[in-house]
């Protein structure tokens, strides 16, 4: 299984980051997956934002549900992340990663760096 994440390497402040997750060697459709985003600040560690899962239920991060939004395309075996009204806080390394139900991660793809700024 491979995934790749793909979009803009900059973004202004006050836009909305949209990332794309591509995926191969496995359907984003198969029990019982979940599709998760996570990020890493410089300096900082890992944080979840959230998920989807082979169904296409989403959980979303408490902290970032209000600006969070993860969708999937089937035909293409991708998902994305669209997170609004970013500020430079959300300069980070974005990652895509799948995990088998409650289990670890067991694929990430190699993370795009994200920097927001004007």
């Known amino acids: 299984v491979q995934l790749q994440e793909s979009g803009p390497g900059l973004v202004k402040p006050s836009q909305t980051l949209s990332l794309t997750c591509s995926v191969s060697?496995?359907?984003?459709?198969?029990?019982?997956?979940?599709w998760s985003w996570i990020r890493q600040p410089p300096g900082k560690g890992l944080e979840w934002m959230g998920a989807?899962?082979?169904?296409?239920?989403?959980y979303y991060s408490p902290s970032l549900k209000s600006r969070t939004s993860i969708s999937r395309d089937t035909s293409k075996n991708q998902f994305t992340l669209q997170l609004s009204s970013v500020t430079p806080e959300g300069t980070a390394v974005y990652y895509c990663?799948?995990?088998?139900?409650?289990?670890?991660?067991?694929?990430w793809g190699q993370g795009t760096q994200v920097t927001v700024s004007s």
């Open positions: 060697g496995g359907s984003i459709t198969t029990t019982y997956y979940w």
């Open positions: 990663a799948r995990a088998n139900g409650l289990g670890p991660y067991d694929y």
């Open positions: 989807i899962a082979y169904s296409g239920i989403t």
